[in-house]
Each structure stands twice: as C-alpha cells, then as structure tokens.
C-alpha cells in the first residue's frame, strides 16, 4: 500500500521554527521531485517549496524565501521542509506533493501523489 505521511506540525509562536518530514512507504520517492504546499482556511493550496529528484536543485516561493528550506533523504525515503522565522500568515495545513514537474517559483506541477497533511499553526 502506498503511503506518503507528513509530521512535525503543530502549534509554535511567531520567530519560531518547525521541520516537517514526508515519509514514503510502500514507494520510491528517489526518482520523483517533491514539493510541499499549504492551504489555510478559505484559501487555495499554495506551492511553497519544491525539490528535484536528486536534490540537487530546489525552488522557493517569494513568501518563504530566506526562512524555509527543503531537502531530501532518498535512502530514508524522506523529504524535509525545515521553517525558520515563522510567522502567522504561515498558518495553515501542509502536504506533501510527489512527482511531477519541479517549477522554478517553487510550485510541482500535476503531481500524481498528495499526503494527507499536517496542521501549522503559528499563533502567540
């Protein structure tokens, strides 16, 4: 059975910091780009960052730029978005995305697999 399953949300102040993980399972996420996007109540999902299938490129969205990083293990299986310096605009439900086309605004384009997200929430 595949699996893609997102953790490390949860609630944090403003100017703190988060790393989400993406685990796969039951699927090889070596050969696939992977981006994740966010949706807060009422919005449409945003592209926030997005990863090349070796890691060896990644994009960001304007909004995230200098404060998220993402990055990839492949023998674990795993893709990582560590987020600095959050604020409250940064609310919101995060999911992994997998496959693709990695744009360079940081967005996966037609991706064939979501995971089911994992809620942030940065709020004092």
């Known amino acids: 059975q595949v699996q893609f399953v997102e953790s490390g949300g949860g609630l944090v102040q403003p100017g703190g910091s988060l790393r989400l993980s993406c685990v796969a399972s039951g699927f090889t996420l070596d050969r696939y780009p992977i981006g994740w996007f966010r949706q807060a109540p009422g919005n449409e999902r945003e592209g926030v960052s997005c990863i090349s299938s070796s890691g060896g490129s990644s994009y960001y969205a304007e909004s995230v730029k200098g404060r998220f990083t993402i990055s990839r293990d492949n023998a674990k299986n795993t893709v990582y978005l560590q987020m600095n310096s959050l604020k409250p605009e940064d609310t919101g439900v995060y999911y992994c995305?997998?496959?693709?086309?990695?744009?360079?605004?940081?967005?996966?384009?037609?991706?064939?697999?979501w995971g089911q997200g994992t809620q942030v929430t940065v709020s004092s």
């Open positions: 995305a997998i496959g693709g086309i990695c744009s360079n605004y940081g967005r996966v384009l037609d991706p064939d697999y």
